[in-house]
T-cell receptor, first 110, second 113 residues
Framework: AQSVSQHNHHVILSEAASLELGCNYSYGGTVNLFWYVQYPGQHLQLLLKYFSGDPLVKGIKGFEAEFIKSKFSFNLRKPSVQWSDTAEYFC????????FGKGTRLHILP | DAGVTQSPTHLIKTRGQQVTLRCSPKSGHDTVSWYQQALGQGPQFIFQ???????QRGNFPDRFSGHQFPNYSSELNVNALLLGDSALYLCASSSPMIIETQYFGPGTRLLVL
């Protein structure tokens, strides 16, 4: 069965720290990969996406993610986080249907 | 340009009742998807509507049904409500040109007592 796993449920970092949020999926074949973010009090919004081509994709606000096909992973990274990055982050692979992970709550200490 | 709008914002029902939730897609979008997000979980795909027909469906019982109107707005209906149906219901729309990118609404929070 299709599934997605986000490794961390809660992450607390200080400003300027580096961030990596893990995401693994169980799909085979062609997969589209998404990271969504939900800032406090706001709607879910797309952070970045991978369809094909360069496995390193860049999104909004300095985020990037790397698709590693052999590891079925699509980890989200940011070199230096800001307090405004406090949010919940969802990994969402799509085969014929999109499936969201359980989310990672990121809290950045000022 | 209005984004995706949903109504109502909050709703309280009792077990066994029926509920209808509404969604208006972003301007220019013709595809609407519905998701259920239980507390502490990610959104779960319920179904997707395109050209007034259900195009895809997730693992939800037939108690969950929907409709899409000619103006692309959509309704989600849930019959015979259960306590476990309490959740945030999200609507997302996408355009015919960039169908993989979905724009989400604020959701309707349903509480079943």
């Amino acid at each position: 069965a299709q599934s997605v796993s986000q490794h961390n449920h809660h992450v607390i970092l200080s400003e300027a720290a580096s961030l990596e949020l893990g995401c693994n999926y169980s799909y085979g074949g062609t997969v589209n990969l998404f990271w969504y973010v939900q800032y406090p009090g706001q709607h879910l919004q797309l952070l970045l996406k991978y369809f094909s081509g360069d496995p390193l994709v860049k999104g909004i606000k300095g985020f990037e993610a790397e698709f590693i096909k052999s590891k079925f992973s699509f980890n989200l990274r940011k070199p230096s986080v800001q307090w405004s990055d406090t949010a919940e982050y969802f990994c969402a692979p799509r085969d014929d249907k999109i499936i969201f992970g359980k989310g990672t709550r990121l809290h950045i200490l000022p | 340009d209005a984004g995706v709008t949903q109504s109502p914002t909050h709703l309280i029902k009792t077990r066994g009742q029926q509920v209808t939730l509404r969604c208006s897609p972003k301007s220019g979008h013709d595809t609407v998807s519905w998701y259920q997000q239980a507390l502490g979980q990610g959104p779960q795909f319920i179904f997707q509507y395109y050209e007034e027909e259900e195009r895809q469906r997730g693992n939800f019982p037939d108690r969950f049904s929907g409709h899409q109107f000619p103006n692309y707005s959509s309704e989600l209906n849930v019959n015979a409500l259960l306590l476990g149906d309490s959740a945030l219901y999200l609507c997302a729309s996408s355009s015919p040109m960039i169908i993989e990118t979905q724009y989400f609404g604020p959701g309707t929070r349903l509480l079943v007592l």
